[in-house]
């Protein structure tokens, strides 16, 4: 029902930064929270920083400062700007949607993305 499609990913050095984008598409009216995850090897997965249709948003203390998450209503977008990147923010980073309202009128909860590896490394 609901395609996400992260990107931006790569290789940094450390104090670099990068931003990944995830698209959301199918039949999409409106989407209440969108996030950013990450799961580092060994770590469970957590949250980086969400944001409501409204413009709240919520972070980590681990990248309050450094990162900033922003979405596009119109396009189903949301961003992450991460800047004055550390080695410990290497992960998978992961697009979450949730409460997602369809152009039948239907609503959908809870949808992930495939993952976006960000690694950072001298």
């Known amino acids: 029902q609901v395609q996400l499609v992260e990107s931006g990913g790569g290789l940094v050095q450390p104090g670099g930064s990068l931003r990944l984008s995830c698209a959301a598409s199918g039949s999409i009216f409106s989407i209440n929270t969108m996030a950013w995850y990450r799961q580092a090897p060994g770590k469970q997965r957590e949250l980086v920083a969400d944001?409501?249709?409204?413009?709240?948003?919520n972070y980590a203390d681990s990248v309050r400062g450094r990162f900033t998450i922003s979405r596009d209503n119109a396009k189903h977008t949301v961003y992450l700007q991460m800047k004055s990147l550390k080695p410990e923010d290497t992960a998978v980073y992961y697009c979450?949607?949730?409460?997602?309202?369809?152009?039948?009128?239907?609503?959908?909860?809870?949808?992930w993305g495939k993952g976006t590896l960000v690694t950072v490394s001298s």
């Open positions: 979450h949607v949730d409460r997602v309202g369809f152009l039948l009128g239907t609503v959908g909860m809870d949808y």
């Open positions: 944001i409501t249709s409204g413009g709240i948003t």
